[in-house]
Nanobody, 120 residues
Framework: QVQLVESGGGLVQPGGSLRLSCAASGRIRSINAMGWYRQAPGKQRELVARIVSSGSTNYADSVKGRFTISRDNAQNTVYLQMNSLQPEDTAVYYC??????????????WGQGAQVTVSS
C-alpha cells in the first residue's frame, strides 16, 4: 500500500517562506503525476501546483511566480517551495500523487495534510 508522508508545514510571517515535502513509499512501479492541493476553512479544495512525469508543471494563478514545485525521482518525493507567503495562503496543504504499484493500476493517493499558517 502506498503512503504519502508530508512535512514542512508551520507558522510563518507574511512575506516569509516555507518548503513542503511529500515522500511516497510502498510498492511503487511508476508515478505519473504529483501535486499539491490546499483547503482553507470554509472553502473548496483547490489545486495549487502539479508536476507530471515529463517534468511539465502547472500552477494556480494565485501562486504563480511565488511557488515552485519540484521533484526528486530517486526518492519519490515532491516539494513545494513557497515564497512571499500571504495570509490568504493559510490552509491545509495536501499532497496528491497518481501512482501505479506492482499490484494495482494507477490510483490517486493523498497525504495526511500539512497546516500552513501565515500570520503576523
Amino acid at each position: 500500500q502506498v503512503q504519502l508522508v508530508e512535512s514542512g508545514g508551520g507558522l510563518v510571517q507574511p512575506g516569509g517562506s516555507l518548503r513542503l515535502s511529500c515522500a511516497a513509499s510502498g510498492r511503487i512501479r511508476s508515478i505519473n503525476a504529483m501535486g499539491w492541493y490546499r483547503q482553507a476553512p470554509g472553502k473548496q479544495r483547490e489545486l495549487v501546483a502539479r508536476i507530471v512525469s515529463s517534468g511539465s508543471t502547472n500552477y494556480a494563478d494565485s501562486v504563480k511566480g511565488r511557488f515552485t514545485i519540484s521533484r526528486d525521482n530517486a526518492q519519490n518525493t515532491v516539494y513545494l517551495q513557497m515564497n512571499s507567503l500571504q495570509p490568504e495562503d493559510t490552509a491545509v496543504y495536501y499532497c496528491n500523487a497518481l501512482i501505479r504499484t506492482n499490484v494495482a493500476p494507477e490510483y490517486n493517493y493523498w497525504g495526511q495534510g500539512a497546516q500552513v499558517t501565515v500570520s503576523s
